[in-house]
């Protein structure tokens, strides 16, 4: 299984990006995506994730009301909204599927472990 995510670059404080995530179509249908993030010499972050039989959401508390996660089942897409940024947002960012389940894991759906594939990550770094 393949997760492509793309999208990343450099923004500028206060600036907003949108993280796309290519998932397979048969992946997308049936299973909970989420996106994570991991700064140089920090442990891997869950961010948000997003269920598929009822568009349901979850958020970390470091990005509530500031990142959105959505998807797009006619073109195989997840997104990741990224607004107010700051420079403690700067991290490669990664999407990740868990194929066990439709809902996003409650409340451990920031939890590696909870996910069998990931894309390859995308590089966000805030800075002016």
């Known amino acids: 299984v393949q997760l492509q995510a793309s999208g990343g670059g450099l923004v500028q404080p206060g600036g907003s990006l949108r993280l796309s995530c290519t998932v397979p179509?048969?992946?997308?249908?049936?299973?909970?995506i989420a996106w994570f993030r991991q700064a140089p010499g920090k442990e891997r972050e869950g961010l948000a994730c997003?269920?598929?039989?009822?568009?349901?959401?979850l958020y970390a508390r470091s990005v509530v009301g500031r990142f959105t996660i959505s998807r797009d089942n006619a073109k195989d897409m997840v997104y990741l909204q990224m607004d107010d940024l700051k420079p403690e947002d700067t991290a490669v960012y990664y999407c990740?599927?868990?194929?066990?389940?439709?809902?996003?894991?409650?409340?451990?759906?920031?939890?590696?472990?909870?996910?069998?594939?990931w894309g390859q990550g995308t590089q966000v770094t805030v800075s002016s």
């Open positions: 179509g048969d992946i997308l249908i049936r299973n909970a």
């Open positions: 997003i269920s598929s039989s009822d568009l349901s959401t």
């Open positions: 990740a599927a868990n194929t066990q389940a439709t809902m996003c894991p409650s409340p451990q759906f920031e939890r590696m472990g909870e996910y069998d594939y």
